[in-house]
C-alpha cells in the first residue's frame, strides 16, 4: 500500500520526540507498520499518559510475527487487506488508515471491532503494552508505569492500603 | 541432576513414568528405602535459573507446560459430538510437573470426602462413591508430606478442618490487602477465615530460602526456589542416594507385559525420538489424570484388548476437574494485590453438601488476585468494560491495583460419560493418538458454582467493593482445567474401580498408578496435597510388598 514520505517523517519525528529509536522493523515493512501503529494507538491511545504509541507496540507486534506469533502473520496479511478494503468503502477519498481523522478511525474500528483479526490484534496491542520489555513493546516501562506495576523481583510487606492499615491497627 | 546412570536391559527396581507431584514422592521414597529407580519426565529438567517473571513465555505460551502444537488434544462435550482441536486440560510438563507452576494451595481433604455417598445418598446421573480409604489412613501422610515438602499455614485456625497430628511445619505467609478486606467482610457476616495453607516457605526451611514476596507463583517457576515442588524438595533426596535416575524430555508411549502378565518395563522415545525399552521389576504410573489414563489405554495386548489394566473398562472414565465461579471487586484504595502470593486468606463455611441446598455440592473461597498485568486488561475487567479506546484505558489502568477476586473451588461430580479415551483421527508429533476429552458438567455442579457465586458476591459487598463483577462459567470458557482427577478410580472391587486402597492395580500386581487419577470423588479442588499423600502412601505399601518379594 501506498504510505506518503511525509507520514513516515511524521512517524519518525513522533519516535524522535518520545526518545525513541528510529524504526526499523524485522517482519513488517515501514508502510504496514504504519497502518498497524495507528490502529493500535486508537486500542491504546494517548489519553491521560503513554498508550501504545509511546510504549512502542509496534515493535512488539513486529518481532512477534517473527517469533511466538510465527502462524499469525497470514491473518495479518488478510486481516489488512480486509481492513483497508473497509476503508475504502467507508472513505472512497481517503489513501491510508493513518491519514484518517481520529472520528474516521473510530468509524473504521467499530466496523471491524468483533474481527478475529481485530482480536488478535487487541491481544497483541496490550501484550506490547504490558508484557515483558524483553519482547520489544512496554518501551521504558510505560505501560507498567500507567498501571502502577512496579516489576521488582521481591517485595516487602505490607503491600497495599488495607494490609498496613491492619498492620497500623494492631499496633 | 543424576549422578547414576542405569543399563535399560538391566531390570532396575521401580520405573516411575512422571516426575511431578506424585512421581517426585514416590522416586525419593523408593530410593531413600534402597531400591534403584529410573523416574522417565516427558519434560525438561530445569531449575530455578531458567525461570523468569515472563507473563508472555508462561501464561500466553506453554511454557511450562503441555504444548498442543505438539501433543494436540480433543475435545467434546458428549461423545454424540465429534471433537475437535482444543486445549481442554492443561498439566505442568518438566521434572517437578504441576508442582512447579501451580498456585501453591494445599488443602487437606475433610473427613467427609471420603464418605460423600454415606452422607449425601446417590445423585442421579453421577457415580458418587465412597473411598474405600478413610481420612483417618491418609492423615499420617499428609503430615509426611507437610513436613517433607514445606508447608505454610496455621493449624487450628479452620474451625471445619478434620483433625491433625501435627501443626503445619511454618507460620503463615504475611497476609495481603485481600486477604484483610476478606477477614473483615466474612466475619461480619459470621464466617470463618483462615491463613491459606500453602506449599510456600514462610521461613527458611531445610536448606531452603523463604518466599520474597515476588507475586509470580501461579503459572510460574519460583525463581528462588520457595515454592516447595518436588522439583526442589523431594527429588534432590532422591538423586542424593545415588540409586534414582532422572531421565527428561523421555516420553512413554507403552508399558509392556512379561508372558505372566506383570508389568515388564516401558517403551519411550527420547528426546531424539529413537525407542527405548526400560526393563524394570515393578511400574509406577504417575503421570497425571489425563496421561495416566491415555498409557493404560495406549499399552493394549492380547491380554488386555481394551487398554492396561482395564478389566474394569473403567481406565479413563469418571473425570472431574476444576469447577468453580470467580467474583471481581473494585475497591477505593489501592491493593497492590500484584505483590505477594495469591492466596492469603480463604473459608471453608459452605465446604459440605447441605441437602437443604436442593443439590449435592460444596466448596471453598478464596481471596485472591492472580492475574497479571496484561492478563488483566484482557480477561479481568468487568463485561461491560469497553473493549479498545479511552474507556478501555482508563479501566485497566485505574482497576489493576484497586481490584481482587473472590475465587470458588467447588466440587465436581464423577460421571460415567465424562472420559479421556484416545482421539481416532488426531496424531501427535511422535505419531500416538491425541488425548480426546469428552466433559461436561453435572447439574448440581453448575447448581453448586451459581449457589456460591452469590455468597462470593455477598462477601465483596460486605468487604465494601465500589464494583463487583464475575466471570462467566461456561464449561468452554473455563477450560483448560489443570486439576484433573478421577480417571482410574480407587476401590475394593475389581469391577467398579481400578487400583486397590493403596493404588495397586487390580489386574497387573506389579503396577501402581498415583496421581490425581485415584480420586472417587473431587474434594473441592487443590487435589495437590491428597495427591502426595496418596503418593506416600502407596510408596510406603510398595516398598514393604517389594521386602516380601510380593512384587516380583
Known sequence: ?171 | MSGVAFSTTDAVDFLVLGAGAAGGVVAKELATAGFRVVVLEQGPYLHEGDYSHDEIKYTFQPGLTNDPKVQPITYRKSDADRARPMKAIEYGRQVGGGSVHFTANYWRFHESDFREHSLCGEVSGADLRDWPIAYADLEPYYTKAEYELGISGLAGANPFEAPRSKPYPLPPMPVKSSGVLFDRATKKLGLHPFPAPVAILSEPYQGRAPCVNCGFCESFGCEVGSKSSTLVSVIPLAEKTGRCEIRPECYVRKIELDDAGRAAGAIYFERNRREIFQRAKAVFVCANGVETPKLLLMSKSKRFPEGLANSSGLVGKYLMWDNGGEALGLFEHPLNEYKGIQVTRLIHDYYASDPKRGFYGGGGIDARFDFYPAGFALSGLPPDTPRWGSEFKRTFVTYFNRTMMLMAHTTSLAQAKNTVSLDPDVKDAWGLPAVRITFDYHPHDVATMKWLLAKQIEILEAAGALKTWSQPFDVVDNMPSRHLMGTCRMGNDPRSSVVNPFSRTHDVPNLFLVDGSNFVTSGRQQPTATIQALAYRAADYAVRAARRGDLS
Open chain 1, 1 to 171: 500500500m501506498a504510505v506518503g514520505p511525509d507520514v513516515l517523517s511524521a512517524l519518525q519525528h513522533a519516535h524522535t520526540v518520545a526518545g525513541l529509536p528510529v524504526p526499523h522493523f524485522e517482519t513488517l515493512d515501514a508502510a504496514t507498520a504504519v497502518e498497524i501503529e495507528a490502529i493500535a494507538a486508537r486500542i491504546i491511545p494517548s489519553t491521560g499518559g503513554a498508550g501504545a504509541r509511546e510504549a512502542g507496540v509496534i515493535y512488539f507486534i513486529d518481532r512477534a510475527l517473527s517469533t511466538f506469533a510465527a502462524d499469525d502473520r497470514e491473518t495479518y496479511r488478510t486481516g489488512m487487506a480486509q481492513l483497508q478494503q473497509k476503508r475504502k468503502e467507508l472513505f472512497p477519498n481517503s489513501t491510508t488508515i493513518s491519514s484518517l481523522t481520529g472520528d474516521q478511525q473510530m468509524t473504521l474500528m467499530r466496523a471491524i471491532e468483533t474481527s478475529s483479526f481485530f482480536e488478535l490484534l487487541r491481544t497483541h496491542t496490550v501484550l506490547g503494552f504490558l508484557g515483558n520489555p524483553s519482547y520489544g513493546g512496554n518501551r521504558g516501562e510505560r505501560g507498567w508505569t500507567q498501571i502502577g506495576f512496579e516489576g521488582q523481583m521481591a517485595y516487602q510487606p505490607p503491600f497495599g492500603y488495607y494490609d498496613a492499615q491492619a498492620e497500623e491497627e494492631k499496633k
